[in-house]
């Protein structure tokens, strides 16, 4: 997502201090879904957006863009020990996201993580609607909707909670996925959040014809 002001604080980058490495192990494949936490080359957390197949059937997810580039490991923080989950394919700097491709064998998809669900994709969403984000560091928290401030037909602001590592938490409207938290202005947790609209990355996803074209969540 373009950011063009000092004061908006990209919500991810949480370093992860003495991550394990990424070794195979004969545990069961970890369980994650929009909500849950993942690290980045062993060293940077974020939240998945959302998990689900492309056109080609393809195991796929989001987060956000800056939490890394392609070729990037992917680890769920539920099973740090379990190693590399999958990979990211493709970041978008513009609207802020990344696409990571999972090894459907090192991966048990859900599509409900601590008491958010996700059974489809819509929004934005509009003042005064409550939506509702799930983060890895903040965990639930919901709030108003103020809207596109910016006129950029690609973002929405609320008043959700949201700290370093929630960046990418799936922004939701019931069961539906609106949105994914990329940033926030001045303090965390008392700023306004800033999120790009799930449509327009959909939009962007099928525009390109590559991996993650035609995505829908489980």
């Not at 996201?97 to 996700?118: C, K, L, S, W």
């Not at 069961?175 to 938290?181: F, N, R």
């Amino acid at each position: 997502m373009h950011v063009t002001r000092s004061a908006l604080v990209l919500a991810a980058a949480a370093a992860v201090l003495g991550a394990a490495p990424a070794v195979a192990t004969a545990e069961a494949p970890p369980a994650i879904g929009g909500g849950s936490g993942i690290t980045i080359d062993e060293a940077v957390g974020c939240t998945l957006t959302t998990i689900g197949r492309d056109s080609e059937q393809r195991l796929v997810g989001l987060t956000a863009g800056h939490c890394g580039k392609p070729g990037a490991r992917v680890a769920a923080d539920i099973y740090p020990s379990y190693g590399t989950v999958g990979r990211i394919v493709h970041s978008d700097s513009r609207l802020d996201y990344a696409v990571i491709e999972f090894d459907p064998q090192r991966v048990t998809p859900m599509n409900h993580v601590g008491g958010t669900t996700i059974t489809g994709i819509g929004g934005p969403a509009q003042f005064p609607a409550i939506t509702c984000k799930r983060g890895s560091t903040t965990g639930t928290s919901c709030g108003v909707v103020w809207g596109d401030v910016r006129s950029t037909n690609t973002e929405t602001w609320t008043q959700m909670c949201v700290m370093k590592g929630d960046s990418g938490a799936p922004v939701v409207l019931g069961t539906t996925l609106v949105g994914m938290v990329n940033a926030y202005y001045g303090i965390g947790c008392f700023g306004p959040e800033v999120g790009t609209n799930i449509n327009a990355i959909m939009a962007d996803l099928d525009a390109r014809g590559d991996i993650g074209t035609g995505y829908q969540p489980l």
